[in-house]
């Protein structure tokens, strides 16, 4: 592991800076800036959060910053070959230094990286220092998203959570005098520092309208807003950044397509389908429209495990179906449909199919065009990024087809008084200043969650749920409702005789954060025979020993009422 990597010892290397991880509420969120002098055995410490500062190329612990330090970088994985060129490297041209070598195989491991600038006399040592590794095709300095995008699940390694935990400021902090525990992920997800510091600096020096200014600083917005644009475009690997419409989030962006494609394509007599798991979000604009259209809304039907029936679709398709629209992964009980196959079969109908991936987008694998969804739509704020902003993913042949959503400025090509050609998209749907800070945010959003690797999120996650699941059920009076097949991240309870939003507040007392209520799934629960539910949903920076501290206020909440 890279603790055993005493690179502290490297010619020329000052002592590597720790991030100080506070235990209690700190005043000023901890950044980066704030370090302490390592341990004496010059070991990197597990838990000291390494955070590139946005914009900058380079892992560092911070404080390295113009203290010319070379330190682990946080979340990289060597391969046993990396493992044993390193060490080759470091014995061929650091001879006199002491490294332990990392641990090869499966084990954690950091990749090395530089601070730049400064100007000490170290600097010359250090560059040679960086020149030799990178030479021998070392990641030093390169970004966090290049050390792991290449991964797959069975690479992936565990991740650390106090590294991963110590980017999150509002975590640690204390309510109703307890560490506080953010178990409602499915509502929304807490902000890494990257992204806080990221919109911090962009409003401090870079902020301005975009797409129309002739000076500098509408040149720096638009050429972040439109980075940020392709960085979504990667994430979900979409074929360009043309597909990509920013919007408010989930719900506008599902309104956005009900409504233009409703406007165009539905007619008297036509259906759309929906699933009985969506979100109100998927529910209710189809239903406004088919209403404003005269035509019909049919729901795919779920089980009692709160697994969707997929042999129905078939039998809701007809002649007049124009439309599936369908969750990724259900809110409620974690169900991830099997969007592939509701895909295929409507493809097979000619029929084209919205993704809601609000749910998904933060802890599975979402890859637009492997899937073929000819539109895939997903908030911000559920993915760590600000909220506010949101992304429809459009096929292009879809997009180029769709009339305008809003009309006004930046969506037009040329306005008359008589009439107006529209512009192409995706400018065609973002009418208006668009959210430019926060479209930047979910920029940094996705580099952080690039950083840990979404297979190392989707397997930690998966190990959370599956623990917290295995607890819970042992607790006499509690109920999980649902048990779907695949899921992830979220579980629904319900404890007879005490209502889920008493639940949630008994829970509050002990600095636990869950939903209590419908969460906006009414159809979904009411199919499983229940109007509420008390729903802790787990991200990356969750842990086992909060899982506990969950169960054990649970079993309390019991006991006070037996
Ligand atoms: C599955 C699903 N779809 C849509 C939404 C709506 O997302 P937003 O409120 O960000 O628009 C949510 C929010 O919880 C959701 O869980």
Not at 175 to 194: E, M, S, Y
Request: charged share 20%; with cysteine.
């Amino acid at each position: 592991m890279i603790d055993d990597i005493n690179i502290a010892n490297l010619p020329g290397i000052g002592s590597i800076p720790q991030i100080a991880v506070p235990n209690e509420a700190p005043e000023e969120p901890p950044h980066p800036a704030d370090v302490t002098a390592v341990p004496s055995s010059g070991a990197v410490p597990q838990g000291s959060p390494s955070v590139a500062s946005p914009g900058e190329d380079y892992l560092i612990p911070s404080g390295g910053i113009g203290s010319g330090a070379i330190g682990s970088g946080p979340i990289g994985l060597l391969s046993p070959e990396e493992c044993q060129l390193f060490r080759g490297v470091v014995a061929k041209y650091f001879p006199e230094e002491v490294l332990s070598a990392p641990s090869p195989a499966t084990e954690s491991v950091s990749a090395p990286s530089v601070a730049k600038g400064g100007s000490s006399a170290d600097d010359t040592a250090l560059n040679d220092t960086e020149t030799v590794l990178r030479e021998n095709g070392f990641g030093i300095g390169i970004p966090e998203t290049q050390l792991v995008q290449n991964l797959n699940y069975e690479e992936a390694d565990v991740i650390n959570s106090d590294q991963v935990r110590g980017q999150f400021p509002a975590l640690h902090q204390k309510v109703n005098g307890h560490d506080l525990v953010w178990f409602d992920n499915g509502a929304t997800t807490q902000k890494p520092l990257r992204v806080i510091d990221g919109l911090s600096k962009f409003y401090k020096t870079d902020y301005s309208n975009i797409h129309r200014g002739a000076h500098t600083l509408a040149a720096r917005s638009t050429d972040q807003y439109e980075a940020a644009r392709q960085k979504v475009a990667d994430f979900i690997n979409a074929p360009s950044q043309e597909n990509i419409v920013f919007v408010r989030g989930t719900t506008e962006g599902i309104n956005l397509v009900a409504h233009t494609f409703g406007r165009k394509f539905l007619h008297e007599g036509d259906n759309v389908i929906v699933s009985t798991l969506d979100h109100h979000a998927n529910i209710v604009p189809w239903q406004q429209i088919a209403k404003a259209q005269g035509a019909e809304l049919r729901a795919i039907p779920v089980d009692q495990n709160g697994d969707l029936i997929l042999s129905d679709l078939e039998r809701l398709i007809s002649p007049q179906t124009k439309f599936v629209s369908v969750g990724h992964v259900n809110n409620t009980f974690g169900t991830i449909n099997d969007v592939r196959s509701i895909i295929r079969i409507a493809h097979s109908h000619g029929i084209p199919v919205l993704i809601d991936g609000a749910q998904s987008i933060a802890h599975t694998k979402v890859d637009v065009q492997e899937l073929d969804a000819d539109f895939f739509v997903f908030s911000g704020h559920k993915i760590y990024g600000p909220s506010g902003i949101g992304v429809v993913y459009g096929k292009k042949e879809w997009l180029a087809q769709l009339p305008p959503w809003q009309g006004g400025g930046n969506m037009i090509k040329d306005v008359t008084i008589e009439k107006t050609e529209f512009n192409v998209p995706p400018a065609r749907f973002e009418a208006g200043t668009p959210n430019i800070a926060d479209a930047i945010g979910l920029g940094y959003a996705l580099d952080f969650v690039n950083s840990v690797g979404i297979y190392n999120i989707e397997r930690h996650e998966h190990e959370l749920t599956e623990y917290a699941r295995q607890q819970i059920a042992r607790i006499p009076g509690i109920t999980i409702i649902g048990n779907p097949k695949h899921r992830v991240s979220v579980i629904s309870l319900d404890i007879p005789g005490i209502p889920a939003p008493e639940v949630g507040q008994l829970l509050d007392k002990e600095g636990i954060a869950v939903r209590a209520g419908h969460h906006c799934a009414q159809p979904a629960l009411r199919a499983l025979g229940y109007e509420m539910s008390v729903r802790p949903t787990f991200a990356v920076y969750n842990t086992k020993e909060e899982v506990d501290r969950l169960v054990i206020a649970l079993q309390k909440i019991v006991a006070d009422r037996t």
